[in-house]
């Protein structure tokens, strides 16, 4: 074959008597580098798409609901709570009949502010039985304002029982009992006159000064925490929006 250049692609054809040292050691293709050519990959399995719960009717009493209702009109069945159920039974988390006796839950931990507040109900309660053991070997004496009698065994009584009915309240926010709720505000409203006596005491000088200033003060920051919490998440006890 006496072609200088292919016919097809116009590449010159070496001569018998060139070899590759003449070509300057490349050859013929010598001048071109191999391109590798991505491999397509076959496209994987898509994810089914996510499926957003709507609650059209009330699952405990079928009255038909709008999506920014937290509560049920007519039953007062908790809503937001009812969504959540949905939203897992539909990802297959668990299987749950929506009725009353099923409302005793922990739904609580995924909806927001709640844990939260039930942390600081936990710490109100470790800080009463402190404080209670504390008074029950004369190592503080707080008061406490009248007609409660100010003895000391009294007052330790007084302080486990804050702290005992702390951490019901906190089960009882995580478990979204609306009660539970308006319990917590019962017990804001008990603590208000006693952290301020304490304080008023201590201001007034004599004996445990120091020890009335700090369970006053404290308890007073408790309230204060907790009342901002409670704003933060009536909305699904009450059904109200801010």
Request: charged share 20%; with cysteine; glycine share 8%.
């Amino acid at each position: 074959m006496e072609d200088d250049f292919c016919s097809l692609c116009g590449l010159r054809l070496p001569k018998a008597k060139e070899s590759i040292e003449e070509l300057g050691g490349k050859g013929v293709l010598g001048d071109y580098e191999s391109i590798e050519k991505p491999v397509k990959k076959a496209p994987g399995v898509r994810p089914p798409p996510v499926r957003i719960p709507i609650l059209k009717k009330c699952p405990n009493c079928n009255t038909p609901v709008r999506e920014d209702l937290k509560f049920c009109p007519n039953c007062g069945y908790n809503l937001e709570v009812a969504r959540i159920r949905l939203r897992q039974r539909i990802q297959g988390v668990r299987t749950q009949e929506y009725s009353r006796k099923e409302f005793f839950s922990f739904e609580g931990y995924q909806l927001e502010g709640v844990p939260m507040t039930a942390l600081m109900l936990v710490i109100w309660a470790a800080w009463s039985f402190c404080i209670a053991a504390m008074t029950f070997i004369n190592w503080v004496k707080p008061i406490l304002p009248p007609p409660l009698p100010r003895d000391t065994i009294f007052a330790s009584a007084f302080s486990i029982a804050i702290g005992v009915l702390s951490i019901l309240s906190a089960i009882g926010l995580l478990m979204v009992l609306r009660p539970l709720f308006y319990f917590i505000i019962a017990l804001i409203l008990l603590e208000i006159p006693v952290s301020i006596m304490q304080l008023m005491q201590a201001a007034a000088g004599g004996e445990n000064v120091l020890d009335n200033f700090a369970t006053g003060l404290v308890g007073l920051f408790i309230v204060f925490g907790l009342t901002i919490q409670l704003l933060r998440i009536h909305k699904y006890f009450t059904g109200v929006s801010v």
